[in-house]
């Protein structure tokens, strides 16, 4: 396994389309958390507005501000990076280059799962180091005190933005071994983050009392309540909400990326390579 | 002798209900050989082949390989392989390719050095996969095959795409690779290159190998064939020499059952016979008739 994981993270170091996802993700979070409330605040017409938006960039709310936009468009990037890393080992047919070396398929799997995780990591770890930037020459250029929030609230935020993005990206990883190719994983998977979730919590559980239930455990729906548990604000960040507490999110969150992994593994264990 | 390195028992593939890619093939490959398994387009080879590196399942039969069955770890460690067409990743460089690779073997990193140099790549190493030409591609593929030093080397159709220069080279390399104790296991399309490089060969077609043997064993013995006038008289006399049950007339001519080393022979005792020889030469068969005969009584 950790043969098959030096070689994945190798392949993931060096992919440029992987370092313009990470791009991606990181110029969104600063742009929607700290430049467009930075011009909100220049142009405030009056002193109380200017100080909430100006609150609201201070490095207390790192954690929010950070992983707000990891169920909706982060989770999206997520998903894509799940959804290339496996499928294009099917458009290149390098899947059989790797099987024929020497770890067995579940060996081979686990590496590349690790190696998944690892690269999650990375991307929240950077998104928090720039928000963490990003807010202290806010508040120093304003003069403002900063209150650094504590360490537990951090690492907790961190871990929870990570298990959102790694379900996610677990989930593209999943389609994309079921369906042996990234462009349909990819478009489905956006389908889905985007638009079916949804339509099924503003559409569907208005009108039927079992899709008013079925929305608790949507995947997106916890993601985007973890993220209000760890301090988000439901209702003002799209995808953020109040629909089940933080236990049952991280729950709900963990029992897809297993669910996930199994059956991505299931896949590439019985089906044949050519 | 020990036991065989691939032993196939009645191995067969068949896809939905209609297509037997492969038919119940039984194969025997020992140490030390380089095994040509000849067939034309879309005679189950490539098939074959994953199924001996557990790529896909055989839908009945068994085979092992290097005493384990398909796909196993143990046996994977040991059998180097190219199949189909190379297959990497292009935005990395020829040599993170190979770096990958050796990632995934467990081979440490200056194998990767020599494996540039024995197939002439180390110039290149640097420019992306995408940016090769087919025949570098296919010598990058090879280099990967090579890099775990392996016991078994299995080579689909490896000159595929080279210029003649280019296949004579790789020809070479086959043949200086399956010296002493490394087994290459070799599909091939072409003749000349299972005449060139192997030491036996396996004819498969629809799915069934149809014959086995040495090169020489399946082209058969050869013939001289005789033109001379009056013929029924050169054939008393090539009867009396060979014996009535080696001499045969075919288009005006005597086909002989004997070698080179006869001809000589012959001739002195038609012409001191009077008889006029117009022409006598020595006819072996090409393994291209061998093969085309062969084919069209199994296809
Ligand atoms: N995945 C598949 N699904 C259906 N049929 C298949 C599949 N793979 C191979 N076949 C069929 O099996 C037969 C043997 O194919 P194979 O690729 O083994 O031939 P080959 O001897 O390697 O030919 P070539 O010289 O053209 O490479 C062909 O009829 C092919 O169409
Ligand atoms: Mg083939």
Known sequence: MLSSFSAEILKLYKRPANWTIL?????????????????????????????????????????????????????????????????????????????????????????????LAVAVATIVLVIFAFGALTSY??????????????????????????????????????????????ALPIGLGVVWILGVENLIVNVAAALLDFADDLQKFLPGVNAGSLVAALGGRAGETPGVNTAVDGTQATLVLAAYAVAFVVAAGMALQSREVS | MGKPLIETKNLTKRYGASIVAVDGVNLTIRRGEVYGFLGPNGAGKTTTLRMLLGLIRATSGSASVLGHPPGHPESLARVGSLIE???????????????????????????????????????????????????????????????????????????????????????????????????????????????????????????????????????????????????????????????????????????????????????????NASIEVSEIRLAERTLEEVFLEMTKQGG
């Open chain 2, 85 to 271: 067409s190379p297959a990497f990743y292009p935005y990395l460089s020829g040599r993170d390719n190979l770096r990958v690779v050796a990632r995934y073997a467990g081979v440490p990193k200056k194998r990767i050095e020599e494996v540039l140099g024995i197939v002439d790549l180390t110039s290149r190493a640097r420019d992306k996969f995408s940016t090769y030409s087919l025949g570098m591609k296919q010598r990058l593929g090879v280099a990967a095959a090579l890099l775990k030093d392996p016991e078994l080397l299995i080579l689909d159709e490896p000159t595929n795409g080279l210029d003649p220069a280019g296949m004579s080279d790789m020809r070479e390399l086959i043949k200086n690779l399956g010296r002493g104790e490394r087994t290459v296991l070799l599909s091939s399309h072409l003749l000349g290159e299972v005449e060139q490089i192997c030491d036996r060969v396996g004819v498969i077609s629809g799915g069934a190998v149809i014959s086995e043997g040495t090169v020489g064993e399946l082209r058969g013995r050869g013939s001289v064939l005789v033109k001379a006038n009056p013929l029924d008289r050169a054939r008393e006399h090539a009867e009396k020499l060979l014996g009535p049950e080696r001499v045969e007339e075919s288009d005006g001519m005597l086909r002989l059952d004997a070698d080179a080393a006869a001809v000589a022979g012959i001739n002195r005792e038609l012409v």
């Open chain 1, 137 to 182: 020459a806010v508040a120093s250029s304003q003069s403002e005190a900063m209150d650094w929030l504590p360490v537990m609230d951090l690492l907790r935020g961190i871990s929870g933005g990570w298990l959102i993005l790694m379900t996610w990206c677990l989930f593209g990883a999943m389609l994309a071994f079921l369906f042996r190719g990234m």
């Open chain 1, 23 to 115: 791009a991606v993700a990181l110029i969104l979070s600063l742009v929607f958390n700290y430049l467009v409330p930075y011009a909100g605040y220049l142009g405030a017409d009056n002193e109380r507005m200017a100080e909430g938006i100006l609150a609201g960039m201070m490095p207390e709310n790192l954690v929010p501000n950070s992983i707000g936009g990891f169920p909706l468009f982060a989770g999206a990037l997520a998903l894509t990076f799940g959804a290339i890393s496996v499928g294009s080992e099917y458009g290149w047919g390098t899947l059989k280059t790797s099987l024929t070396q020497k770890p067995g398929r579940m060996a081979l799997f686990a590496g590349q799962i690790l190696a």
